[in-house]
């Protein structure tokens, strides 16, 4: 119903920033919640940062003060802005939305933070 594509990730060094982007499409209307996740090998899934429809934000508390999260509903993108980046950051970023009470996800961009 509702496909979404992921793009940005790379290599960077410590301290360093990426900004990644994920765009909706398909069944766009109805989307509500749009958020980042990221999970690094043999670790949870974990919840980065979300933005409800209006704009309100929740990051982790791992994130908070370093990334940004925005969107744009005309475009049905979302955007993550990572800055001051860690090698603690380093995991396979997934886009999600919430859809009339289901979770969609994208397939994942790799972000490496390595000196």
């Known amino acids: 119903q509702v496909q979404l594509v992921e793009s940005g990730g790379g290599l960077v060094q410590p301290g360093g920033s990426l900004r990644l982007s994920c765009a909706a499409s398909g069944s766009i209307f109805g989307i509500e919640a749009m958020g980042w996740y990221r999970q690094a090998p043999g670790k949870q899934r974990e919840s980065v940062a979300r933005?409800?429809?209006?704009?309100?934000?929740n990051y982790a508390d791992s994130v908070k003060g370093r990334f940004t999260i925005s969107r744009d509903n005309a475009k049905n993108t979302v955007w993550l802005q990572m800055n001051s980046l860690k090698p603690e950051d380093t995991a396979v970023y997934f886009c999600?939305?919430?859809?009339?009470?289901?979770?969609?996800w994208g397939q994942g961009t790799q972000v490496t933070v390595s000196s």
């Open positions: 933005i409800n429809s209006v704009g309100s934000t």
């Open positions: 999600n939305v919430g859809r009339w009470g289901h979770d969609y």
